[in-house]
């Protein structure tokens, strides 16, 4: 996104069911049913593991596209476990070994990996 600030409204539904509104836009995150929750969307770890896959795979596609490499699409495993978030990322397209690997380095610095990287100050506004 440019730089315009990032609005969300995230309001209870019921226990941990939540629904999450953007744009316009609505969709729900809850916990699973063995922690507690119903299980009507991801929960907000997955949704954050999500960002950050959605985000590099936009960004390595932007990138390709403007280059005019044949990046066809971009398919990303991640697992987070304690600290650590492990990506496997599969680039589909008849692309080089070079190319495979700017894209990679590419996608390392998308929006989303750069925020987590860097670590944002979280402020409460009563």
């Known amino acids: 996104m440019s730089g315009e600030p990032i609005l969300v409204n995230v309001r209870t539904v019921d226990g941990f069911h939540h629904e999450i509104r953007f744009r316009g836009r609505t969709f729900e995150a809850d916990e699973p049913s063995t922690a507690g929750g119903t299980d009507h969307g991801p929960a907000p ?28 699409a971009v398919e990303l495993d991640l697992r987070q476990s304690g600290e ?20 990679l380095h590419v996608g390392d610095h998308c929006p989303v990996q750069r925020m987590l990287s860097r670590g944002l100050r979280v402020e409460t506004l009563a």
């Open 84 to 103: 650590t978030i492990q990506k496997l990322i599969r680039l589909r397209g008849d692309l080089d070994s070079d190319q495979r690997s700017r894209l």
């Open 45 to 72: 770890e997955e949704m954050l593991l999500g960002a950050l896959g959605s985000s590099m795979a936009i960004t390595m596609l932007v990138y390709a596209g403007r280059k005019r490499w044949p990046l066809e």
